[in-house]
């Protein structure tokens, strides 16, 4: 069966242009002028964009001695709510587990995925069997590589494991992910507060400063590029860690940033809530941030030296953060967002005029799609690229809240907020998964998409760093030893 998308205009990375869309097969067979299929999707008034591409959320992930709430199914549901048909998840090996045993959960997890999937794998410890592995993970598909600087005596790496590993990575031609923030001062921060009788959520803010981003991410950036591998900052939260990756993108490292849309459109006054649960629905890592660091983010976007949007999707229940009450550090870190980020996004960054439609498309799905190496099966409209679309409503409106979301979780943190900017049509490998803004899920439909590695800004870099590898001078003679 074929459909066609009728009247509506296509906005891409780079392009804008009034014409239909055929899909057959879960492809795009054609674009043009008066196509006809099967079943037509009617796009008057609408624009026609890649589906948004979620590159980090943590569904079913075992955290803070429980689970993040929402699953494949409840996360992939939201994701296609909200218009992103591809989700990338962290396979989270605890200290101690083989990569290909964490693999192997994850792809059980995964069946019950309703969109288009893929991985990072976590390198949450180091030693030879995680070395060997890593080729293995690659031949399966899987090119990215996550560090965490953070989480002490849990999930953290230590700087000769970063750098040992970052060398393995950029060998096997992957990218490097880290979780930027400086674990020893964070672990220091919060006993000091603790014992200071600082338990709120709250405290969460005051130990995590804007210095343990901005310090840990310049450390990445520095080791990355003794180590020859391109690097990905994950939700880059200030401007001190936003300044570090720009000062590095102008020296010409391969170095991109990740701010969260919780990041750009929430506040650290939610922190300060009289409210104990409103506050700690809203503690993650890094903390939301003051107007200037928001300003400093939007910026990036705006001038390129950010470049993507994501939702770091960690949803838990009020009842798994009550966990924390009486001592902060035990508040499962994590908000959600899948289902809003396009819509926030759009109503705040597109509608105030601080991005173009075809950079809410860049940074919601074709950037990330070239960073990952599946462009342009994903992130793109062109002929043979996966029908994974969205048919975008500039006009349509909704005020979001928990009691109508696919998510699991009893609250949501933009609760009230109104958007502008909404999907009529959603569809994942051309099944319609939205249609006319009414749901049809189809569990299982959900593939992996395995990915190449050696893309062409690793084969750049491993030609530079090939170039400008120190060599031993070859000299004519030698003077004899004065021994
Ligand atoms: N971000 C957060 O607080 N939770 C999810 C795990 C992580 O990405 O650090
Ligand atoms: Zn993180
Ligand atoms: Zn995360």
Same mark, same amino acid.
């Given at each position: 069966?074929?459909?066609?998308?009728?009247?509506?205009?296509?906005?891409?990375?780079?392009?804008?242009?009034?014409?239909?869309?055929?899909?057959?097969?879960?492809?795009?067979?054609?674009?043009?002028?008066?196509?006809?299929?099967?079943?037509?999707?009617?796009?008057?008034?609408?624009?026609?964009?890649?589906?948004?591409?979620?590159?980090?959320?943590?569904?079913?992930?075992?955290?803070?001695? #429980?689970?993040?709430?929402?699953?494949?199914?409840?996360?992939?549901?939201?994701?296609?709510?909200?218009?992103?048909?591809?989700?990338?998840?962290?396979?989270?090996?605890?200290?101690?587990?083989?990569?290909?045993?964490?693999?192997?959960?994850?792809?059980?997890?995964?069946?019950?995925?309703?969109?288009?999937?893929?991985?990072?794998?976590?390198?949450?410890?180091?030693?030879?069997?995680?070395?060997?592995?890593?080729?293995?993970?690659?031949?399966? $598909?899987?090119?990215?590589?996550?560090?965490?600087?953070?989480?002490?005596?849990?999930?953290?790496?230590?700087?000769?494991?970063?750098?040992?590993?970052?060398?393995?990575?950029?060998?096997?031609?992957?990218?490097?992910?880290?979780?930027?923030?400086?674990?020893?001062?964070?672990?220091?921060?919060?006993?000091?507060?603790?014992?200071?009788?600082?338990?709120?959520?709250?405290?969460?803010?005051?130990?995590?400063?804007?210095?343990? *981003?901005?310090?840990?991410?310049?450390?990445?950036?520095?080791?990355?590029?003794?180590?020859?591998?391109?690097?990905?900052?994950?939700?880059?939260?200030?401007?001190?860690?936003?300044?570090?990756?720009?000062? !590095?993108?102008?020296?010409?490292?391969?170095?991109?940033?990740?701010?969260?849309?919780?990041?750009?459109?929430?506040?650290?006054?939610?922190?300060?809530?009289?409210?104990?649960?409103?506050?700690?629905?809203?503690?993650?890592?890094?903390?939301?941030?003051?107007?200037?660091?928001?300003?400093?983010?939007?910026?990036?976007?705006?001038?390129?030296?950010?470049?993507?949007? !994501?939702?770091?999707?960690?949803?838990?229940?009020?009842?798994?953060?009550?966990?924390?009450?009486?001592?902060? #550090?035990?508040?499962?870190?994590?908000?959600?967002?899948?289902?809003?980020?396009?819509?926030?996004?759009?109503?705040?960054?597109?509608?105030?005029?601080?991005?173009?439609?075809?950079?809410?498309?860049?940074? #919601?799905?074709?950037?990330?799609?070239?960073?990952?190496?599946?462009?342009?099966?994903?992130?793109?409209?062109?002929?043979?690229?996966?029908?994974?679309?969205?048919?975008?409503?500039?006009?349509?409106?909704?005020?979001?809240?928990? $009691?109508?979301?696919?998510?699991?979780?009893?609250?949501?943190?933009? *609760?009230?907020?109104?958007?502008?900017?909404?999907?009529?049509?959603?569809? #994942?490998?051309?099944?319609?998964?939205?249609?006319?803004?009414?749901?049809?899920?189809?569990?299982?439909?959900?593939?992996?998409?395995?990915?190449?590695?050696?893309?062409?800004?690793?084969?750049?870099?491993?030609?530079?760093?090939?170039?400008?590898?120190?060599?031993?001078?070859?000299?004519?003679?030698?003077?004899?030893?004065?021994?």
């Amino acid at each position: 069966m074929s459909t066609v998308i009728r009247g509506g205009t296509i906005v891409t990375a780079d392009l804008t242009y009034k014409a239909d869309v055929l899909i057959e097969g879960g492809r795009i067979a054609a674009i043009g002028d008066g196509l006809v299929g099967d079943k037509v999707l009617d796009a008057t008034g609408c624009l026609v964009m890649p589906g948004g591409i979620d590159p980090h959320t943590h569904l079913e992930m075992p955290f803070m001695g #429980t689970y993040s709430a929402d699953d494949f199914d409840s996360g992939t549901r939201a994701a296609l709510a909200g218009g992103t048909t591809m989700v990338v998840d962290f396979a989270l090996p605890s200290p101690g587990q083989g990569l290909l045993d964490a693999l192997q959960m994850w792809d059980n997890k995964s069946g019950r995925a309703h969109c288009d999937y893929s991985f990072h794998m976590a390198v949450t410890w180091w030693g030879e069997q995680v070395f060997n592995e890593m080729q293995a993970v690659v031949d399966r $598909g899987i090119t990215s590589f996550k560090h965490f600087m953070a989480y002490k005596g849990a999930l953290m790496v230590n700087d000769d494991e970063l750098f040992a590993s970052f060398r393995r990575v950029g060998d096997l031609g992957g990218v490097a992910l880290v979780h930027a923030e400086n674990g020893d001062v964070v672990a220091e921060l919060s006993a000091r507060l603790l014992a200071e009788g600082n338990t709120g959520p709250e405290a969460h803010a005051y130990s995590r400063p804007p210095q343990v *981003e901005g310090e840990a991410t310049n450390r990445a950036i520095m080791v990355a590029d003794m180590a020859g591998v391109p690097l990905y900052v994950v939700h880059v939260s200030c401007e001190d860690s936003h300044e570090a990756i720009r000062r !590095a993108r102008a020296q010409g490292k391969r170095v991109w940033g990740e701010p969260l849309i919780q990041h750009l459109t929430l506040d650290e006054s939610e922190y300060f809530n009289a409210d104990w649960d409103h506050a700690a629905r809203r503690v993650m890592s890094p903390p939301f941030r003051n107007r200037l660091h928001q300003d400093s983010l939007w910026a990036g976007l705006q001038s390129g030296s950010l470049s993507v949007v !994501a939702t770091d999707h960690c949803a838990f229940t009020t009842q798994q953060k009550r966990t924390g009450i009486g001592d902060f #550090t035990k508040i499962p870190n994590g908000t959600g967002g899948l289902e809003d980020r396009m819509p926030m996004l759009w109503t705040h960054g597109v509608a105030t005029g601080r991005l173009t439609p075809n950079e809410f498309v860049a940074v #919601t799905s074709t950037n990330i799609a070239k960073i990952l190496g599946m462009y342009p099966r994903k992130g793109a409209v062109l002929v043979g690229s996966d029908a994974d679309l969205v048919v975008w409503d500039p006009e349509a409106e909704k005020t979001i809240t928990a $009691g109508s979301q696919q998510s699991a979780i009893d609250y949501n943190v933009f *609760e009230g907020q109104r958007v502008k900017g909404l999907p009529r049509h959603v569809l #994942t490998r051309g099944h319609v998964a939205v249609d006319g803004g009414k749901l049809d899920p189809r569990e299982g439909h959900g593939e992996f998409v395995a990915r190449e590695p050696r893309g062409t800004v690793n084969r750049a870099l491993s030609a530079w760093k090939e170039l400008t590898a120190p060599r031993p001078v070859e000299r004519s003679g030698i003077p004899a030893s004065g021994v």
